[in-house]
C-alpha cells in the first residue's frame, strides 16, 4: 500500500543548529502537509504544498516539494528550544486519504 | 472560530471493557470528521472519517467502531477493549470538498490507557 517514509526519527541539534526533516513517498502525491505536535499535544497544521517544486518559507521555516511530487523537506534555520516536537508530514493522493508520515522528533538543547 | 472538543481527556481501561470517545465542533456546518490513533512515540493512523451524518468510512479493520449521530458529532466506541487498544486518540475535522486534501484541525486528543 501507500506509504510516506519520514527521517530522521529523531534528531538532537544544539540550540542555532539547523535541522531538516526529510518525507519520501511511494506514490506521486496531490500535495503534502506538514504539522507540528509540541510533547503531550497535538498536531498543528504548519503549511501545505501543492505545486511540483513548490517552496514556501514562514520565519525560519523553509519547506520544499520535489518536482516529482513524491517529496518534501522541512527545514529549521538556526533552532530556539521552542522548535522542540514532533513534525509530521501528511500526503494526499486525492480524494479522503491522509497519509502520515512517522514524524521526526526533534530535541533543542539550550 | 471554530472549535473541537474531545473527552475524557484520559481514560485508562481493563480489558475487555467497552469504549465510547466523544468528538464535538463548533462554529462550522458539516465539517469532515476523522478518529486518528497514535501509538506511544508513533505517527498517526486513521481510523475513521465521515463525510457527513450517518456516513462513516473505516480505514481499518478492528474491534472499534465510529458513529456520526449529529452533524457535529462523531464518537468512537468498542464493545471490548484489547490491550493493544492503547494510545493516543485524536478527533479532527476538515472543511470543503476534497476530503483529505483539506487542512485538518485536531482536538485535544484522548490518551487511552487499557491495563
Known amino acids: 500500500g501507500q506509504q510516506v517514509m519520514q527521517i530522521p526519527q529523531y534528531q538532537h541539534v544544539q540550540e542555532g543548529e539547523d535541522f531538516t526533516t526529510y518525507c519520501n513517498s511511494s506514490?506521486?502525491?496531490?500535495?503534502i502537509q506538514w504539522y507540528k505536535q509540541r510533547p503531550g499535544g497535538h498536531p498543528v497544521f504548519l503549511i501545505q504544498?501543492?505545486?511540483?517544486?513548490e517552496v514556501k518559507k514562514q520565519k525560519r521555516l523553509t519547506f520544499q516539494f520535489g518536482e516529482a511530487k513524491k517529496n518534501s523537506s522541512l527545514h529549521i534555520t538556526a533552532t530556539q528550544t521552542t522548535d522542540v516536537g514532533t513534525y509530521f508530514c501528511?500526503?494526499?493522493?486525492?480524494?479522503?486519504?491522509?497519509?502520515f508520515g512517522a514524524g521526526t522528533r526533534l530535541f533543542v538543547k539550550a | 472560530s471554530q472549535t473541537i472538543h474531545q473527552w475524557p481527556a484520559t481514560l485508562v481501561q481493563p480489558v475487555g471493557s467497552p469504549l465510547s470517545l466523544e468528538c464535538t465542533v463548533e462554529?462550522?456546518?458539516?465539517?469532515?470528521l476523522y478518529w486518528y490513533r497514535q501509538a506511544a512515540g508513533r505517527g498517526l493512523q486513521l481510523l475513521f472519517y465521515?463525510?457527513?451524518?450517518?456516513?462513516i468510512s473505516s480505514e481499518v479493520p478492528q474491534n472499534l467502531s465510529a458513529s456520526r449521530p449529529q452533524d457535529r458529532q462523531f464518537i468512537l466506541s468498542s464493545k471490548k477493549l484489547l490491550l493493544s487498544d492503547s494510545g493516543f486518540y485524536l478527533c479532527?475535522?476538515?472543511?470543503?470538498?476534497?476530503?483529505?486534501?483539506?487542512?485538518?484541525?485536531f482536538g485535544p486528543g484522548t490518551r487511552l490507557t487499557v491495563l
Open positions: 479532527a475535522w476538515s472543511v470543503g470538498t476534497g476530503v483529505g486534501t483539506d487542512t485538518q484541525y
Open positions: 506514490t506521486t502525491l496531490s500535495n
Open positions: 504544498l501543492v505545486k511540483s517544486g
Open positions: 501528511a500526503g494526499h493522493t486525492g480524494g479522503f486519504k491522509t497519509i
Open positions: 462554529g462550522t456546518s458539516n465539517p469532515n
Open positions: 465521515s463525510v457527513g451524518i450517518g456516513q
